[in-house]
């Protein structure tokens, strides 16, 4: 799957140059404008300049394209680096012999005269699907196949009348799929010219149609989103007219970490009506379902999400049936919520965050972005006013509003955490009033760098490699784990994304995909087998290893000590959340709880265990099936048949084929009331 972390495509998916003349595009989100995509062609070569940069950070890229004579890509270069700053040495060729091309996956080629004539790009600008959108509008039936797989799809799905510079353009929104698990909602003039691509929560622009277009188009896209999920839970979804009696089932207990002998649970409408021993009698008008002496497992909580359409069925299909949401637009996810909770979309329960940022060239653009501390105080108000669980501060915050902040926070209900914001550390923020440190890199900074490095950008990544040299053992180490300790502060590490960006290597699955990756499409196997954190030379990556270990080490000597560390993934949860639960069996932690820690101790951090977090008569139906024991293998959690949402049902087996995913176990047999 593609991780929003690794993808400037999940910021902008296209675009496609004007003949004769440089064309410049602009990429807009949430009204901030985050960087360009310059197109220029010169007879049969078109030259590209892409720099996207949001929250420190985003791909710089430079691609040469060279047409054949029928527009097609004959060769075509991209060079640069991705988001976490890895280098890109992207090579295409096209000839009557075939077509080669060369990403950070390897090699690959399809050879003779019929090869796709068009390429996705692993790490281009936004070049490739344009070229390809263009061509789509004269194919039959609007579809050619791609290298290195796939066939795309081009389907119209409205128009609209713009007026700027270029004059008043009449242009065609298309969805573009077949290339990804989601397609791309793509803007065409009338000459099948790139006019825009569009997504929930960003827009990339023809250059002066930004005030016209962006919202139009960012409102079509999400709706156009949220059709399509509308689809999947209504030709899904099962909610069953009367009990539901799932039958020969072991459950676990997350307060004994073990699993019950043999039980029949079951569902009434939203709840759990009866948890009894097995072989129980049948009421008239029950559906049966037959559990085969698998487990059932209460619904997990992902504590790092920016929650999406495109991640709300993933996560629900995972056995993710709550969230916590750490910063997004907040309209967006207002409309996302509803959908959700009006039963419109599969997705999780959703506890929101506050994002506070403070403005400065490195802002993300999330949530709310403030210049003074009144500000940030008046948003505090805001968030609490309704009804948010905490606020999350972050990079550019001045560290010293910090104090004021959180005092208000706490004086209206509010948790507080976040990132570590720049020129300060840890010590600083725990001492503030931070209930929560988030990621462990931020915490671990603060025992390394000098007082006026900076870590708005990747520095806070690549500072990473001095990590090897710390004791964990020493008196500074010590002195903020004790703090932490003694204020009861909490931490959410997200150690799968560390693992990603510090231990994966180009060519090679990364370690956290191992066990999903072939069940995946193969354009997302592709995306899975390059590295996040680029590197230079051999050692920068022996470095980086190194720190990942201290990273563990770390985190194992605050297991020790009692200071709780949450779960979550920022890489939108779902496969990756089951990673991350394995790697917190590194820590000291057995399987039993682990899987307590992600279940009923985040209901009670949440402070929702009265209704949420294990599978009592009563509670809400959120829990899912598994055919293997996760008490004596964790990874028991991968293979899911049924997951229960609100008491709603859904068989992973009959929702993957229709993403393009392998499904991990069959669906258990129904018996419907006769």
Not at 84 to 108: C, H, I, M, Y
């Amino acid at each position: 799957m593609k991780f929003k972390l690794v993808l400037a495509a999940a910021l902008c998916s296209a675009a496609s140059p004007l003949a004769a003349r440089p064309v410049e595009y602009r990429m807009i989100a949430d009204k901030a404008d985050i960087g360009r995509y310059i197109a220029d062609q010169n007879g049969q070569t078109i030259t590209i300049d892409f720099d996207i940069k949001q929250n420190g950070r985003g791909p710089t890229i430079k691609e040469k394209i060279v047409l054949a004579a029928d527009g097609s890509p004959a060769n075509w270069t991209i060079t640069g680096r991705t988001t976490f700053g890895n280098a890109v040495n992207e090579r295409f060729t096209r000839s009557a012999a075939g077509a080669k091309w060369q990403d950070l996956a390897g090699p690959g080629a399809i050879k003779g005269p019929d090869a796709p004539r068009y390429y996705v790009a692993q790490n281009g600008s936004v070049s490739d699907i344009a070229l390809m959108a263009k061509a789509l509008r004269s194919a039959p039936g609007m579809a050619l196949p791609v290298a290195p797989a796939g066939l795309a799809r081009l389907t119209e799905k409205g128009r609209h009348v713009f007026d700027g510079p270029d004059g008043r353009l009449d242009v065609t929104t298309y969805e573009l799929s077949g290339l990804a698990l989601d397609p791309s909602i793509i803007t065409l003039d009338a000459s099948g010219e790139l006019f825009a691509v569009s997504s929930p929560d960003s827009v990339l622009v023809r250059k002066g149609y930004e005030a016209v277009a962006v919202e139009p188009l960012r409102a079509e896209a999400e709706r156009l989103g949220a059709e399509r999920f509308t689809t999947l839970q209504k030709d899904n979804a099962r909610r069953y007219a009367g009990p539901v009696r799932i039958r020969n089932v072991r459950v676990f207990d997350p307060a004994a970490k073990a699993l019950t002998e043999p039980r029949d649970v079951v569902v009434f409408g939203r709840k759990i009506s009866e948890v009894v021993p097995a072989g129980s009698p049948a009421v008239p008008g029950e559906t049966t379902i037959d559990g085969a002496g698998g487990t059932l497992v209460p619904g997990l909580f992902e504590m790092h999400a920016h929650l999406a359409q495109q991640d709300a069925l993933l996560n629900v299909l995972a056995g993710v049936t709550s969230v916590r949401d750490m910063g997004n637009r907040d309209d967006v996810l207002d409309q996302l919520n509803a959908r959700i909770e009006a039963g419109e979309l599969a997705g999780p329960r959703i506890v929101r965050s506050g994002f506070i940022e403070g403005e400065s060239p490195y802002s993300a653009r999330n949530g709310t972005v403030v210049a003074s501390q009144d500000a940030a105080i008046a948003a505090v108000r805001k968030y609490a006013a309704r009804g948010f669980w905490q606020v999350k501060l972050y990079n550019s915050m001045k560290p010293e509003w910090a104090p004021a902040i959180a005092a208000e926070a706490h004086r209206l209900g509010l948790r507080v955490a976040g990132h570590v914001p720049a020129f300060s550390n840890a010590d600083a923020m725990i001492a503030a009033g931070f209930d929560e440190v988030t990621h462990v890199n931020q915490l671990m900074l603060g025992w390394v760098l000098n007082p006026d490095e900076d870590t708005r950008t990747l520095f806070r990544f690549t500072a990473m490699r001095r990590f090897p040299a710390l004791d964990v053992k020493s008196a500074k180490v010590q002195a903020t784990l004790d703090a932490m300790v003694a204020r009861h502060v909490a931490h959410e590490p997200t150690i799968g994304i560390h693992e990603l960006g510090l231990t994966a290597l180009d060519g090679q699955p990364n370690p956290g995909a191992l066990d999903y990756i072939d069940h995946m499409p193969p354009a997302e196997q592709r995306q899975l087998k390059q590295a996040l954190f680029g590197t230079d030379t051999p050692q920068q990556r022996a470095d980086y290893v190194a720190a990942y270990g201290k990273v563990l080490e770390t985190l194992t000597e605050m297991n020790r000590k009692g200071i709780l560390l949450i779960p979550g993934t920022d890489t939108g949860g779902a496969f990756t959340y089951h990673r991350e639960l394995e790697l917190f069996g590194k820590l000291g932690l057995t399987p039993g709880q682990v899987l307590a820690r992600a279940t009923l101790e985040m209901a009670a951090y949440l402070h929702q265990d009265q209704q949420l977090g294990s599978v009592e008569r009563g509670k809400l139906a959120d829990f899912f099936l598994v055919p293997g024991d996760p008490v004596k293998d964790l990874k028991a959690i991968k293979a899911i048949a049924m997951v229960v949402k609100d008491g709603t049902f859904y068989y992973p087996a009959e929702i993957y084929p229709k993403l393009g995913i392998k499904p991990f176990a069959a669906a258990p047999k129904v018996t419907q009331p006769d």
